[in-house]
């Protein structure tokens, strides 16, 4: 116990040898002097620069100079404003007119197609009448032939029944017949040849 008694009466010494030194014992707040020159802390010195900063501004007339920036800003951004919008206008007008044009050629595309229709249908039933005028034209001139050649055949033929009888009729003559025998002959090969076209 009396090691306990000498204990608590050392820390007590103890605090008085950390003031002794100069330092402060852990967790003590110590009051902090703030530096100042002419008789003005920092915030003071931040304060008046600005103040003069300010005032210098005022002087040289910035905020003017800057607002006439400003407003030559504001000009120009509404000259541009205003020729975007009439080009804007035109731009519409132009798209206007060619959809306009658009729709013509369209219609006139449309009108050419139905006129090539009907021009193609017309030289459709031209040529259909053709054909069949010139069929019969063809079947006529085949007719004409087919007639021809057998007008030719036809006379061919009598040619060589007339050649025929005129050979008998001189056999018969030659083997002696008389005259009389001779025309009954001659008039009975002609009645079978009947008349000639």
């Not at 905020?63 to 920036?69: F, K, S, T, V």
């Not at 053709?130 to 009598?158: F, N, P, T």
């Not at 030659?174 to 009975?188: M, T």
């Amino acid at each position: 116990m009396a090691e306990a008694a000498g204990q608590h009466s050392e820390a007590p010494h103890l605090g008085e040898a950390i003031h002794a030194e100069g330092l402060e014992p852990a967790g003590t707040v110590v009051p902090h002097s703030e530096p100042q020159a002419l008789y003005m802390d920092a915030t003071g010195w931040v304060s008046l620069a600005m103040a003069v900063f300010i005032l210098l501004l005022l002087v040289k007339k910035v905020p003017g100079l800057i607002g006439g920036a400003l407003d030559n800003r504001i000009a120009q951004i509404k000259t541009q404003l205003e020729e975007a919008s009439k080009l804007r206008a035109e731009a519409e007008a132009l798209k206007a007119e060619y959809e306009a044009k658009l729709a013509s050629a369209a219609g006139e595309a449309d009108a050419m197609r139905k006129s090539a229709e009907s021009e193609a249908e017309t030289i459709l039933q031209d040529a259909q009448t053709s054909a069949v005028a010139l069929v019969a034209r063809r079947q006529k001139m085949a007719e004409d032939k087919i007639g021809a050649a057998e007008r030719s055949a036809i006379a061919g033929i009598r040619a060589k029944a007339v050649n025929a009888a005129t050979g008998a009729a001189a056999t018969l003559i030659a083997q002696g017949h008389d005259a009389k025998a001779d025309k009954a002959l001659v008039d009975s090969a002609i009645k079978e040849l009947g008349p000639i076209a």
